[in-house]
């Protein structure tokens, strides 16, 4: 009897400091209404640090150039592509592009970029532009080899264009995406895209894509050329 009388009343304490803490709360709310969470401030971006960076420089009789390492199923290289073509357009200045897949965590990035390589290499820089393009706007249908395997054939159908049975058969396809991925380690590349505004003398990386045309007006003041002198036409890619 004595022991169910404990029980009982240690039942009791608990349920009764239960109710208190919950009363308590339920007042605080109502008189000072829902706690307020203050957000962490925002921590600012990490600069990249780069190795040999003796790559960066314009091609021969240019001024300024646009160096772009990208990966095809980055959808932040997607959103850089208008913006970064539209630029060099502009200022009809080299565009230097490599070829940079993550193949730590993208699934067929290697291979898309090898069937752009092979478009570019075999057919014209223009062609192989065109099926980036289209990769990058339908990057979200595209989850894996098979599904890219997919999109390829329909693609070179859609555009006119004859698809061989194995593409890249000597590899030398592969072999250049590959040294394309060399030179991004050999340079400190780790994530895309990476871009970079270059003349002769200096090179500053593109953190902001909205910034690149302010950067490219800078390096042209730099070398002692208006944006105004710039000739305008059509893009030059290397």
């Not at 730590?104 to 057919?123: C, G, K, M, P």
């Not at 909205?210 to 059509?234: F, H, K, N």
């Amino acid at each position: 009897m004595k022991t169910k009388f404990i029980a009982a009343v240690a039942v009791a304490v608990v349920v009764g400091a239960g109710f208190y803490v919950w009363y308590s709360r339920s007042t605080a709310n109502e008189e000072t209404g829902p706690a307020v969470v203050t957000p962490m401030p925002a921590l600012p971006p990490v600069a990249d640090t780069f190795k040999d960076t003796s790559m960066l420089k314009p091609p021969a009789g240019a001024n300024v150039a646009v160096y772009e390492f990208d990966d095809l199923e980055c959808p932040a290289c997607a959103h850089a592509l208008p913006i970064l073509h539209a630029a060099v357009l502009h200022y009809n200045i080299p565009l230097v592009h490599h070829d940079f897949p993550l193949t730590e965590i993208h699934v067929w990035s290697f291979d898309a970029a090898v069937t752009a390589r092979y478009l570019q290499d075999n057919i014209s820089a223009g062609v192989a532009d065109d099926f980036r393009r289209d990769v990058f706007a339908h990057q979200r249908e595209i989850s894996s080899k098979e599904d890219l395997d997919r999109f390829t054939k329909a693609w070179f159908q859609q555009n006119g264009q004859k698809m061989p049975f194995v593409i890249d058969a000597s590899g030398a396809c592969r072999n250049e995406v590959q040294a394309d991925r060399a030179l991004g380690d050999r340079l400190g590349v780790r994530r895309t895209p990476c871009i970079f505004v270059v003349t002769e003398h200096s090179w500053k990386q593109v953190e902001d894509v909205s910034q690149l045309s302010q950067m490219i007006d800078a390096a042209l003041a730099e070398t002692g050329v208006s944006s105004v002198d710039v000739p305008r036409g059509e893009r030059r890619k290397v």
